[in-house]
């Protein structure tokens, strides 16, 4: 769900960028899911 929303964002990360981000920048990577939920209409 979470790349679904990322397209549907038009946010282009894929799985390694957004797994670095997970473990080095969490407030990066709490952002990204936040606009994906969003995009997903959640």
Not at 26 to 35: E, I, L, S
């Amino acid at each position: 769900r979470l790349i679904a929303g990322l397209r549907k964002a038009s946010i282009g990360l894929d799985r390694r960028v957004l797994a670095d981000l997970a473990v080095h920048d969490k407030d990066a990577f709490a952002a990204v899911v936040t606009k994906a939920k969003a995009a997903l209409g959640g």
